[in-house]
T-cell receptor
Framework: NAGVTQTPKFQVLKTGQSMTLQCAQD?????MSWYRQDPGMGLRLIHY???????DQGEVPNGYNVSRSTTEDFPLRLLSAAPSQTSVYFC??????????????FGQGTRLTVV | KQEVTQIPAALSVPEGENLVLNCSFT??????LQWFRQDPGKGLTSLLL?????REQTSGRLNASLDKSSGRSTLYIAASQPGDSATYLC?????????????FGGGTRVLVKP
């Protein structure tokens, strides 16, 4: 039972490069989301998806793209990396059960440095 | 806009003492509230989830209460152990287009001294 798996765990990018952060869950959760964690700012929502083919913007979406072609995967794309995108990125999933949303499960994070 | 505050930012206690961690939020129209634990360099581990209709949840040595009217939640950890040392995060859930957006507090960093 892997839960939420993020790859890579660490990444260094040069300014202007693009990359995709991968996120996969094996719990058949409909709801997936991406957060970034920065010192003094806490965790902030970047993008989220309520099911395959449906995505929407969160609090800090600029510079990021997402897509959701399957229930299991929710990749986050950095279009042109900037030093301001240096952060720790977390993917999370949960399920809208009959009693309300289940607890959110988080991946181990991707630590990204943009130089 | 929902704002979540956790005070104190850091806490140090001797082993065996009970821990009391506070979380306050500005908008009482919440969907649920979740407490997480985060170890240095690691991801978030869910501890307890309280739905908006509930007043408390318990799991082992952990007990979390929720008072929506006053905008407060408290996490109690009984008989603390050095292994409880970590950062504890409170997250308030609100509905957004059938999704559940979590708004996080800044966390309380806990050190339990042997």
């Amino acid at each position: 039972n892997a839960g939420v798996t993020q790859t890579p765990k660490f990444q260094v990018l040069k300014t202007g490069q693009s990359m995709t952060l991968q996120c996969a869950q094996d719990m058949n959760h409909e709801y997936m989301s991406w957060y970034r964690q920065d010192p003094g700012m806490g965790l902030r929502l970047i993008h989220y998806s309520v099911g395959a083919g449906i995505t929407d913007q969160g609090e800090v979406p600029n510079g990021y793209n997402v897509s959701r072609s399957t229930t299991e995967d929710f990749p986050l794309r950095l279009l042109s990396a900037a030093p301001s995108q240096t952060s720790v990125y977390f993917c999370a999933s949960s399920y809208p059960g009959t009693g309300g949303f289940t607890e959110a499960f988080f991946g181990q994070g991707t630590r990204l440095t943009v130089v | 806009k929902q704002e979540v505050t956790q005070i104190p930012a850091a806490l140090s206690v001797p082993e065996g003492e009970n821990l009391v961690l506070n979380c306050s939020f500005t908008d009482s129209a919440i969907y649920n509230l979740q407490w997480f634990r985060q170890d240095p360099g690691k991801g978030l581990t869910s501890l307890l989830l309280i739905q908006s209709s509930q007043r408390e949840q318990t799991s082992g040595r952990l007990n979390a209460s929720l008072d929506k009217s006053s905008g407060r939640s408290t996490l109690y950890i009984a008989a603390s152990q050095p292994g409880d040392s970590a950062t504890y995060l409170c997250a308030v859930g609100s509905l957004i287009a059938a999704g559940n957006k979590l708004t996080f507090g800044g966390g309380t960093r806990v050190l339990v001294k042997p």
